[in-house]
C-alpha cells in the first residue's frame, strides 16, 4: 500500500507555490497525496512566519498533528515553509515530534525526505539559497481555472519592520524564458487567470538583465493562447516603472487592477520605515495610474503602529485613505519581527490597543469607501468568472478583483446553468460594503 502524504500550507500565495511545487514532487515519486491530512501517513505542514498572528497560526497546526501523532492517527511530520527557514533550532528543540525541519533549500528533497522519516529517520536539513527549488511541475491546490505564477523570490528593499529578506534572501529573478514556459504549461492544463507575484514584482529583471523588465514580461504573457487574464500583485511603489503603466493601459488581457502596498504616507513614517519614496511621489504615483487607466481597482496594503507613529501620523494617513479612496484595503498592526531593524533599535512605543483602535478606524473608513466605490458600479454591465456555486446564486469575479482576497459577485443567474472557470457578461443590480449584486446579462 502506497505512503499516504497530506499537505497543510498557510501564509502567502508565494508559500502555496512552493507547496505546490513539492506536492509534485511526492506524486512523481510514486506516493499517494491526500486531501485529509488527518488520517494520512505523513503530514507535511509548510508553515508562514512573516508576522505574528502567521506564526501562532503555524504553531497551532504543528501542535495539532503532533497530538494527532501521539494518538497514533498519524505516523510523521515534517515541517517545511518560512517558519521552518527562520527558527530552525527552535521548532528541533521545543516541538521533537516532528520527524524532519527543513529549511526553504530542501524544498526540492521533500520525496527523499519522505522516505527517510518512514524509515525512522530524524531529518534536520538547511541548504544554501543555490539549491532553492523555484520552477518545476506543480499540483495546482488552486482552482483548475487560475494559478499563481512567481517571476522571483526574496527581496532587495530592506523596510526596517520586515522580516522576508531575513528568511527569504536576496531578490532573485527567475529567467524570462522559464517563467513564459511555465505560463504556456498553465495554459495548456486550461488555466484562464494568471496572478504574478514575486515579494517585489516591480524589481523583475534587475539581477538578470540590469534593468527592470517586468513591462517586457507582461507584454510576452499577453501573446500567450488561453490566458485571458493576468492580474499583478506586490507591486512595491519606490522607483515604479513606468513602462509597466503603458503596457498595463495597452494591453487588454491585463486587468485593471494593481495590488499596491503603500504602508504609510507620512513621511515621518516612510522615512523611519525606509520605504524610500515620500508621501508626494506615492500621491503622484496613484494620479498616473488612474489618469493612464482611469477605471483602474487599487489594492494596497497599510501599517499602524510603527515606533513612533504619532496622532498627527495617523491623521495624515485617515486622510489619505478617505482622499485616495481604496478600491480595496488591508491594515495590519505593527508587531516586532526578530532580528529586524525595528526590533533591535527601536521601542516598540505605541500600545496595543491604541493599535488595534487604529486598525479600527481605518477599517470603519474603508468600509465607507468601499461602500461608496461599489454604488457606482450598479447598472453597469461586468464581464465575471464563475469560481463556484452557493445555493441559488453563482460567485464570480470581476477584473477588479482578486480571488480569495477581494470581494466577489453575487449573480442571479436567472435558472441558467453557469459553469466553474467560465466568463460571462452580468449587470450589477445592488451593492453591500463588500460585495455585489448581479443579474444575467
Known sequence: MAIKVGMVSLGCPKNQMDAELMLAKIEQAGFELTADSGYADVVIVNTCGF??????????????????KKEKQIKKIIVTGCLAQRYQQELA????????????????????????????????????RDSWCLDG????????????????????????????????GKHESVPMEQVLEEARKLAERGVKEIMVIAQDTT????????RRRLADLLTELCRIEGIEWIRLHYAYPAAF???????????????KYLDIPFQHISDNMLSAMK?????????????????????????????VGYPGESDADFAELMEFVKTT???????????????????????????????QERVDRIMRLQERVSLENNAKRIGQTMRVIIDRKEGDFYIGRSE??????????????????????????????????????????
Open 51 to 68: 508576522i505574528a498572528d502567521a506564526k501562532q497560526e503555524s504553531i497551532e497546526n504543528i501542535l495539532e498533528f503532533a497530538q494527532l
Open 93 to 128: 528543540e521545543e516541538i521533537p515530534e516532528c520527524d524532519a525541519v527543513l529549511g526553504l533549500g530542501a524544498n526540492g528533497d521533500i520525496a527523499a525526505v519522505v522516505e527517510q522519516v518512514m524509515a525512522g529517520e530524524t531529518i534536520r536539513s538547511f541548504p544554501s
Open 137 to 168: 511541475s506543480r499540483v495546482l491546490t488552486t482552482p483548475h481555472f487560475f494559478a499563481y505564477l512567481r517571476i522571483a523570490d526574496g527581496c532587495d528593499n530592506r523596510c526596517t519592520y520586515c522580516a522576508i529578506p531575513l528568511i527569504r
Open 203 to 210: 524589481y523583475y529583471g534587475i539581477d538578470l538583465y540590469g
Open 241 to 255: 516603472p513606468e513602462d509597466v503603466i503603458e503596457v498595463m493601459a495597452r494591453e487588454p488581457k491585463i486587468c
Open 275 to 303: 520605504r524610500r519614496h515620500t508621501k508626494a511621489e506615492a500621491v503622484e504615483l496613484v494620479n498616473k495610474l488612474r489618469k493612464a487607466i482611469p477605471d483602474i481597482a487599487l489594492r494596497t496594503t497599510l501599517l
Open 325 to 355: 479612496k481604496f478600491d480595496r484595503l488591508g491594515v495590519f498592526p505593527y508587531s516586532e519581527e526578530e532580528g529586524t531593524y525595528s526590533a533591535t533599535r527601536l521601542k516598540d512605543d505605541v500600545s496595543e490597543d491604541v493599535k
Open 400 to 441: 477588479y478583483d482578486s480571488p480569495e482576497v477581494d470581494q466577489e459577485i453575487i449573480i442571479d443567474s436567472l435558472g441558467k446553468r453557469l459553469y466553474r472557470g467560465r466568463f460571462y457578461d452580468v449587470v450589477i443590480t445592488d451593492c453591500e460594503d463588500y460585495d455585489l449584486f448581479a443579474s444575467l446579462a
